[in-house]
């Protein structure tokens, strides 16, 4: 099914009518995304920071001629192009989408609750995708935005859909359900997850309720919703009073009645009662939240009607859903990316458009396996792909299995050197027949449906592996940038600070993600650290604060800004710049208000001004100072004295030198302590790491990195022996040690040796016992007697604060990230 530009004019009811008779067969909502742009219809969204509209003379000239924009909007200079206006852009989405929905009489399952509402999804789709064309959400998307999208994948082959459902605020949720108009409800689970956008749990748990109103079936657990809401007493009222409820428990009556659960070895064997009979059903996992999400799909496959034989049959090959993309450095350069999540199309444009953003200027590969159950004509699918590929700027493709094969003509046939191909009948062929010589400073991809098992051709091109990693989230710091831009007006710049291997999360990696979300400005401690910016393709302006004459020449040659702290800098690059006859080279200029550190004294402002104004070898692109305790409460009346200062440098320096700069002195604490002191421009750093460092404010950052490492050995020691150097590791009673691979080489302090510091490991704090080794650390795992040898260990991340870790160590949170050396191997994740 595919609408022209005048029935979608009608259907979002755009003013005056517009005539066209272009067919739309693609949703953007995002400039960066442009594959197809003559099919493709540009919503101008536009949130707190971002206004749609000013994409649009970008997206122009890339192509894309059909675009829904806000009334007021004016149109100017835009041949051939089609504008929809409309009083709400965001509506509009979610009227076509809905518009599209209502065309099709299939059953949809719509999802939603606090966790698990994108592994249930996946898993029902392994479940039922024997008898059905299913079409899902792609990955999380389940917000006001993302609901749309997925819901405008819906074509005329399905017979099943299955959408999430995310809310973050009171009335999203009846927007939500318009759109799905889901005809079985799931409710996963009600846990007090965020809620910042509710009054309390109970408001939004009946929020979330509005999504099953129309339902006919419902599935849902009682022990999940309990105290929240009451879906068989009092608030019968949110349903249909003929919707049948599938409820499962394991303390109370229920259609399904948990009775007993046993752990066999990786399995975990369940009883349960369901329709007066008793039935058991072994499930792959022994973990309570992975169990959970498996009953809360067999609920839903007993109520479609399957028996327990096939449901049994069916759970027993469920798969963990890993929805990462894991980014790992590679042989000879190279990175792998490696989506296991799924393969079909949408999931292949979204890793693509991640590979995209990640390749920068690198050659990027591309292997796939055959694309299975897509429901969708072979020859049109591959060759899709294969214009897509074009699009992209892939360079080399690498087709695995009998399908892809077959189909080889769609790809070879569009080479003109384009791309290069090849092809092998099977992943064993390839790891056989492709010899790893031939990879080398490219980006891969690699997208294979499950049984072609890619993770061998991962574990291949794959650096030797360090057991000790650093996990970097780039997911999260994108989540974080947001946190801090929300604080911001719309007008105000941001520069973010990527010194110190972006305080020990690696550059090149954690710059691109920045320049795909298109901040301001980067700054670095040194020269060399921008020069390796800018070799990874780095093209966002970049600040370097400590540059000295050593470094000016690749200053100019990689087009990096200096920091001017002092007359002596001044005239020596001045001195530079006139050798070389260079002018207006842009700098910045620092005042010192009181850290004692670096720069211009604010009385110096004057002098300064006249040097600047009278040579004109340097043009002045931002002027700033750094604040002290910018996150302490104590010294906010320092702090406000910082900022006069600055202020006063700032118009001191404005008068002499004629024109206006950037202002900027605000680091993390202070852009979120306060509002008044983000001038134009704010400098973020530890925050965009998921470390809040302000007194008494509280915002809601994820964890970027995680350090983790393993167990190397685990042995019994007696009471009354010692563990490691010195002897002063003494055991009073017998004892379990565990031996991990990580030492005061790769970063873990000396100073957390002989209990002061702690572990995580399976659910649990264990400390450590002993001095700290150069390479190696003993824990004491006496209350862990299942640990083996090889079990993951986590040094610091989601479940022990690096801010715990560093009170431990006696230092700050910074020195902790830092210093992680860098043998440690990065491996960056999105999710
Ligand atoms: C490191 C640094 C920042 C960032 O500080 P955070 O506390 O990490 O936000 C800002 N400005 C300057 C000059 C810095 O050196």
Same mark, same amino acid.
């Given at each position: 099914?595919?609408?022209?530009?005048?029935?979608?004019?009608?259907?979002?009811?755009?003013?005056?009518?517009?005539?066209?008779?272009?067919?739309?067969?693609?949703?953007?909502?995002?400039?960066?995304?442009?594959?197809?742009?003559?099919?493709?219809?540009?919503?101008?969204?536009?949130?707190?920071?971002?206004?749609?509209?000013?994409?649009?003379?970008?997206?122009?000239?890339?192509?894309?001629?059909?675009?829904?924009?806000?009334?007021?909007?004016?149109?100017?200079?835009?041949?051939?192009?089609?504008?929809?206006?409309?009083?709400?852009?965001?509506?509009?989405?979610?009227?076509?989408?809905?518009?599209?929905?209502?065309?099709?009489?299939?059953?949809?399952?719509?999802?939603?609750?606090?966790?698990?509402?994108?592994?249930?999804?996946?898993?029902?789709?392994?479940?039922?995708?024997?008898?059905?064309?299913?079409?899902?959400?792609?990955? %999380?998307?389940?917000?006001?935005?993302?609901?749309?999208?997925?819901?405008?994948?819906?074509?005329?082959?399905?017979?099943?859909?299955?959408?999430?459902?995310?809310?973050?605020?009171?009335? =999203?949720?009846?927007?939500?359900?318009?759109?799905?108009?889901?005809? +079985?409800?799931?409710?996963?689970?009600?846990?007090?997850?965020?809620?910042?956008?509710?009054?309390?749990?109970?408001?939004?748990?009946? =929020?979330?309720?509005?999504?099953?109103?129309?339902?006919?079936?419902?599935?849902?657990?009682?022990?999940?919703?309990?105290?929240?809401?009451?879906?068989?007493?009092?608030?019968?009222?949110?349903?249909?009073?003929?919707?049948?409820?599938?409820?499962?428990?394991?303390?109370?009556?229920?259609?399904?009645?948990?009775?007993?659960?046993?752990?066999?070895?990786?399995?975990?064997?369940?009883?349960?009662?369901?329709?007066?009979?008793?039935?058991?059903?072994?499930?792959?996992?022994?973990?309570?939240?992975?169990?959970?999400?498996?009953?809360?799909?067999?609920?839903?496959?007993?109520?479609?009607?399957?028996?327990?034989?096939?449901?049994?049959?069916?759970?027993?090959?469920?798969?963990?859903?890993?929805?990462?993309?894991?980014?790992?450095?590679?042989?000879?350069?190279?990175?792998?990316?490696?989506?296991?999540? %799924?393969?079909?199309?949408?999931?292949?444009?979204?890793?693509?458009?991640?590979?995209?953003?990640?390749?920068?200027?690198?050659?990027?590969?591309?292997?796939?396996?055959?694309?299975?159950?897509?429901?969708?004509?072979?020859?049109?699918?591959?060759?899709?792909?294969?214009?897509?590929?074009?699009?992209?700027?892939?360079?080399?493709?690498?087709?695995?299995?009998?399908?892809?094969?077959?189909?080889?003509?769609?790809?070879?046939?569009?080479?003109?050197?384009?791309?290069?191909?090849?092809?092998?009948? %099977?992943?064993?062929?390839? !790891?056989?027949?492709?010899?790893?010589?031939?990879?080398?400073?490219?980006?891969?991809?690699?997208?294979?449906?499950?049984?072609?098992?890619?993770?061998?051709?991962?574990?291949?091109?794959?650096?030797?592996?360090?057991?000790?990693?650093?996990?970097?989230?780039?997911?999260?710091?994108?989540?974080?940038?947001?946190?801090?831009?929300?604080?911001?007006?719309?007008?105000?710049?941001?520069?973010?600070?990527?010194?110190?291997?972006?305080?020990?999360?690696?550059?090149?990696?954690?710059?691109?993600? !920045?320049?795909?979300?298109?901040?301001?400005?980067?700054?670095?401690?040194?020269?060399?650290?921008?020069?390796? !910016?800018?070799?990874?393709?780095?093209?966002?302006?970049?600040?370097?604060?400590?540059?000295?004459?050593?470094?000016?020449?690749?200053?100019?040659?990689?087009?990096?800004?200096?920091?001017?702290?002092?007359?002596?800098?001044?005239?020596? +690059?001045?001195?530079?710049?006139?050798?070389?006859?260079?002018?207006?080279?842009?700098?910045?200029?620092?005042?010192?208000?009181?850290?004692?550190?670096?720069?211009?004294?604010?009385?110096?402002?004057?002098?300064?001004?006249?040097?600047?104004?009278?040579?004109?070898?340097?043009?002045?692109?931002?002027?700033?100072?750094?604040?002290?305790?910018?996150?302490?409460?104590?010294?906010?009346?320092?702090?406000?004295?910082?900022?006069?200062?600055?202020?006063?440098?700032?118009?001191?320096?404005?008068?002499?030198?004629?024109?206006?700069?950037?202002?900027?002195?605000?680091?993390?604490?202070?852009?979120?302590?306060?509002?008044?002191?983000?001038?134009?421009?704010?400098?973020?750093?530890?925050?965009?790491?998921?470390?809040?460092?302000?007194?008494?404010?509280?915002?809601?950052?994820?964890?970027?990195?995680?350090?983790?490492?393993?167990?190397?050995?685990?042995?019994?020691?007696?009471?009354?022996?010692?563990?490691?150097?010195?002897?002063?590791?003494?055991?009073?009673?017998?004892?379990?040690?565990?031996?991990?691979?990580?030492?005061?080489?790769?970063?873990?302090?000396?100073?957390?040796?002989?209990?002061?510091?702690?572990?995580?490991?399976?659910?649990?704090?264990?400390?450590?016992?002993?001095?700290?080794?150069?390479?190696?650390?003993?824990?004491?795992?006496?209350?862990?007697?299942?640990?083996?040898?090889?079990?993951?260990?986590?040094?610091?991340?989601?479940?022990?604060?690096?801010?715990?870790?560093?009170?431990?160590?006696?230092?700050?949170?910074?020195?902790?990230?830092?210093?992680?050396?860098?043998?440690?191997?990065?491996?960056?994740?999105?999710?």
């Amino acid at each position: 099914m595919s609408y022209t530009v005048t029935d979608i004019a009608k259907i979002i009811n755009a003013q005056p009518a517009v005539s066209s008779e272009a067919r739309i067969e693609h949703l953007l909502i995002d400039s960066r995304k442009v594959v197809f742009p003559e099919s493709a219809l540009f919503f101008a969204i536009s949130g707190p920071r971002r206004d749609g509209h000013s994409f649009i003379s970008e997206l122009y000239t890339r192509g894309v001629r059909s675009f829904v924009v806000k009334k007021e909007y004016e149109v100017n200079a835009f041949p051939d192009a089609f504008f929809l206006k409309v009083d709400n852009v965001l509506t509009a989405l979610q009227q076509l989408a809905a518009f599209h929905r209502a065309q099709f009489n299939i059953p949809v399952i719509g999802i939603t609750g606090s966790n698990g509402k994108t592994i249930v999804k996946e898993w029902l789709f392994q479940l039922l995708q024997a008898d059905h064309t299913i079409v899902r959400s792609p990955r %999380s998307y389940n917000s006001q935005v993302g609901v749309p999208l997925s819901v405008w994948q819906i074509e005329e082959h399905h017979t099943l859909a299955i959408f999430e459902a995310g809310i973050s605020t009171i009335g =999203e949720m009846d927007k939500l359900e318009q759109i799905i108009l889901p005809t +079985f409800g799931v409710l996963t689970n009600l846990a007090g997850a965020h809620s910042e956008g509710f009054s309390d749990d109970r408001q939004k748990a009946i =929020e979330k309720a509005k999504l099953f109103k129309n339902v006919n079936t419902l599935v849902f657990g009682k022990e999940a919703v309990a105290g929240l809401i009451d879906v068989e007493g009092k608030d019968k009222q949110f349903f249909k009073k003929e919707t049948g409820l599938y409820s499962w428990s394991r303390q109370q009556p229920a259609t399904c009645k948990i009775i007993s659960e046993k752990k066999e070895g990786i399995n975990t064997v369940l009883s349960c009662l369901y329709d007066g009979k008793k039935n058991e059903i072994t499930v792959p996992f022994t973990d309570r939240i992975s169990i959970d999400n498996v009953i809360t799909c067999c609920m839903v496959m007993l109520a479609l009607g399957y028996n327990a034989e096939v449901i049994n049959e069916r759970v027993a090959k469920l798969e963990v859903v890993d929805m990462r993309m894991q980014l790992k450095k590679g042989i000879h350069n190279s990175y792998i990316l490696n989506d296991s999540y %799924s393969n079909d199309t949408a999931s292949l444009d979204l890793a693509l458009d991640y590979l995209q953003q990640q390749a920068g200027n690198k050659p990027s590969t591309l292997i796939l396996s055959d694309v299975l159950q897509s429901g969708r004509d072979e020859n049109t699918l591959y060759n899709e792909i294969a214009e897509a590929l074009i699009v992209r700027g892939i360079r080399r493709f690498i087709g695995i299995g009998p399908a892809i094969n077959k189909h080889r003509n769609a790809f070879t046939g569009k080479e003109n050197g384009k791309f290069s191909t090849s092809f092998y009948p %099977s992943t064993e062929a390839f !790891l056989q027949q492709a010899g790893t010589q031939q990879f080398s400073g490219e980006y891969i991809l690699l997208k294979g449906a499950r049984i072609f098992e890619f993770e061998k051709i991962s574990h291949w091109l794959e650096q030797e592996v360090h057991q000790t990693v650093m996990e970097i989230n780039l997911s999260a710091m994108a989540h974080n940038l947001k946190v801090y831009q929300a604080q911001l007006l719309p007008t105000t710049k941001l520069m973010a600070m990527v010194k110190a291997f972006s305080y020990g999360s690696g550059s090149a990696e954690v710059a691109r993600l !920045l320049q795909f979300q298109k901040v301001d400005y980067l700054a670095v401690a040194y020269a060399d650290e921008g020069v390796e !910016l800018r070799k990874a393709g780095i093209s966002l302006p970049i600040m370097v604060m400590n540059a000295d004459s050593a470094g000016f020449d690749a200053l100019v040659t990689y087009g990096l800004e200096p920091e001017i702290y002092s007359f002596q800098v001044y005239h020596a +690059f001045h001195q530079f710049l006139t050798q070389q006859g260079l002018q207006q080279f842009p700098v910045h200029i620092k005042f010192n208000t009181g850290m004692n550190r670096l720069g211009f004294e604010v009385t110096e402002a004057g002098e300064l001004a006249g040097y600047i104004k009278s040579r004109q070898t340097m043009a002045v692109q931002s002027v700033f100072s750094h604040l002290v305790a910018s996150e302490s409460a104590e010294h906010d009346g320092f702090t406000r004295q910082q900022v006069t200062l600055f202020e006063n440098a700032c118009r001191e320096l404005r008068r002499g030198i004629g024109y206006t700069f950037i202002k900027h002195i605000a680091n993390s604490a202070a852009i979120h302590r306060n509002a008044a002191y983000q001038f134009d421009m704010v400098r973020l750093g530890i925050g965009l790491y998921g470390v809040d460092t302000g007194e008494g404010s509280s915002v809601s950052l994820e964890t970027v990195a995680t350090l983790k490492t393993t167990v190397a050995q685990v042995r019994k020691v007696k009471a009354g022996e010692t563990v490691g150097y010195g002897r002063k590791g003494r055991v009073d009673t017998d004892s379990l040690i565990a031996t991990v691979r990580i030492g005061y080489a790769d970063g873990y302090s000396r100073r957390l040796g002989n209990g002061a510091g702690k572990m995580f490991i399976d659910n649990r704090l264990v400390p450590v016992i002993g001095n700290v080794c150069m390479d190696m650390t003993m824990l004491d795992v006496t209350d862990l007697p299942n640990l083996s040898e090889g079990d993951t260990v986590e040094v610091f991340g989601r479940n022990l604060a690096v801010q715990t870790v560093a009170d431990w160590a006696g230092t700050i949170a910074y020195e902790i990230m830092t210093g992680v050396s860098q043998r440690v191997k990065r491996v960056y994740v999105e999710e």
